[in-house]
């Protein structure tokens, strides 16, 4: 038992210095761009770049419509899949697997083929478009994670019964789903929200095939340019991935009615 | 016409014939429990009167009006099921609220009908708790509220009881049958448990294979079941056969011992044999007045009840069961002893083949 304990110990301390010795390799580095002391200079000449706010604040709000689009795509679906349609469900799955077997570089083409300006829907002709074909594109990328989680968040949840009981008290379909349905998998479409922020943070292959100025691009370009500002950047992304999964963990705390088992 | 009829309903799921050729009349007010066993169809009759499952074929009215192709959410009739379904990410008033909110009603009002549903049930400082923060009996009370507060037309109860323990079932029963006489409302009620249905309906549909085998008063379906199916499944019966002497006497052997039966029992018994049973509380131990059937037994077990004991003997070639009261000057017979078994013959159940 006691030998037992010794490798699981062993085995995790393996683990934690696997993920953070790297980072804490990162981190020390992004902190000399001062010769001779550790500094913040580097993170100062990052936040201080006017290219970082626009990139940033850009693939922020392309990551908002992303998760309302998500939302709005997967929610009904996975819903309306688990009520009417059980027998396909393994169908939906596979379909929202297949982003995670395309690479994206083959999606975008595809997408530059399709949406060109010499196509029926030339979306790529304008920047609006583009953004519309770029926020799509995330969508379909975040496909696997959102599905997957508002998908256990139904799990949780009777939803036949719930949906029934609302019909009998004269609720019409988009009750059931604003009302009922949303509000009881929130957190798991938090944690889908959550992550589908964080793929569009840091994608990289879309945003620069379909040249828009996302945050991805910009990190590739820094990296490619400076020393220590790269470094820095990684760990405001990392801090930024953290923060989101702290968010779900908060907001799954904060969730009154998913203290107990339902 | 009946507030509420149902008229030749059949469902068909694939080629299974859940539900057969069933109809059903039901007064405004009245308290009706559909009894069978899993499988017999009552949940799906229940569904397609909510409007859960489409009829293969066949009406269902409420007030001469055909509710067959309406959405539940159109067709007013309040549900209460047996997994609670309360919405848990709304509290007890909200819950109760829900329907009301979606009718659009006025806050005031919706308030005041809340916390008049709370008050009914029992339950009126609960309001601002969670479903999670509730026992299961007063999950199912707010599950009632709910269903009420929207004045529904017609109250369907899917087995709202099985999920609950043996106390509380019965005080939650009693709980909904004075709910229900005081605000008079159309209800019908499904469960698997007899003395459920029993205890609380003013008419019982035992339902059997998809059909309705009787549709009585609860006195009749126990006393007098017409089928051996509802026989069987209402309570506990000793089964004989006897051997017809007389039909138009109605008189019957029974091991040697002539029985005369009350007239008209074996009016529709054909062939030679007749199937007969009786209740264990009609059998009695030793031979007393106004018992006209003797029989000698040998007692095989004996269980002790508290209030009731229940003597299992083998009389007339077959395990006979009865019912004696647990006296403190009478100890109850040995086991291996012998006795009389005696019983009146009125009370004897002549039962016929089961409906097809």
Known sequence: MKLAKFWAWITFLAGVLFFFLPLIGTFEFSLRARRGVYSFDAYRKVLDDPQFRDTFGYSIVIALFTIVVGVLIVTPTAFWVRLKLPRFRPIIEFITLLPLVIPPIVIVFGYIRLYNTSSYLPLTGSAFGTNILLTLGYTVLALPYMYRAVDTGLSAIDVRTLTEAALSLGASWFTIITRLILPNVLVAVLSGAFLTFAIVIGEYVFAALLNRPAFGPYMVWMGGNRAYEPAALAVIAFTITWACMALIQLATRLSKHTKAQR | ?356
Do not use: W
């Open chain 2, 1 to 356: 016409m009946s507030f509420l009829e149902i008229q030749h309903l059949e469902k068909t799921f694939g080629p299974l014939r859940v539900v057969k050729d069933f109809s059903l009349k039901i007064e405004k007010g009245e308290f009706v429990s559909f009894l069978g066993p899993s499988g017999c169809g009552k949940t799906t009759v229940l569904r397609m009167v909510a409007g859960f499952e489409t009829p293969t074929s066949g009406v269902i009215q409420i007030e001469g009006k055909n509710l067959v192709g309406l959405r539940p959410n159109q067709r007013k009739i309040g549900m209460v099921f047996q997994s609670y379904a309360l919405f848990p990410n709304l509290t007890v008033a909200q819950n109760v609220a829900f329907g009301l909110k979606v009718a659009g009603l006025p806050r005031a009002e919706s308030d005041s009908r809340v916390a008049e549903m709370l008050r009914l049930i029992g339950l009126p400082d609960l309001g601002a708790r969670y479903p999670f923060q509730l026992s299961g009996g007063q999950q199912q009370r707010v599950a009632l509220a709910r269903a009420l507060a929207v004045r529904p037309r017609v109250l369907l109860l899917d087995e709202p009881l099985s999920a609950l323990d043996a106390k509380i079932r019965v005080s939650l029963r009693e709980e909904i049958r004075q709910i229900q006489r005081e605000l008079g409302i159309t209800t019908i009620f499904v469960t698997h448990d007899q003395e459920e249905a029993l205890s609380i309906s003013d008419r019982v549909v035992v339902m059997n294979g998809g059909i309705a085998e009787q549709v009585g008063v609860p006195y009749e379906v126990y006393n007098r079941p017409t089928t051996r199916f509802v026989a069987n499944f209402v309570g506990t019966l000793n089964n004989f056969t006897g051997t017809v002497v007389d039909a138009a006497a109605g008189v019957v052997s029974l091991e040697g011992v002539a029985i005369t039966l009350p007239r008209g029992r074996l009016a529709e018994v054909k062939g030679k044999e007749v199937a007969l049973a009786i209740r264990p509380e009609s059998v009695h131990l030793g031979n007393g007045h106004g018992r006209d059937v003797v029989l000698p037994a040998i007692i095989e077990e004996v269980h002790f009840l508290g209030s009731v004991i229940r003597v299992r003997a083998k009389a007339a070639g077959t395990s006979v069961s009865l019912d004696i009261f647990n006296r403190t000057d009478l100890p109850p017979p040995p086991e291996g002893s012998s006795a009389e078994l005696s019983f009146a013959a009125q009370d004897l159940i002549v039962l016929q083949d089961q409906t097809q």
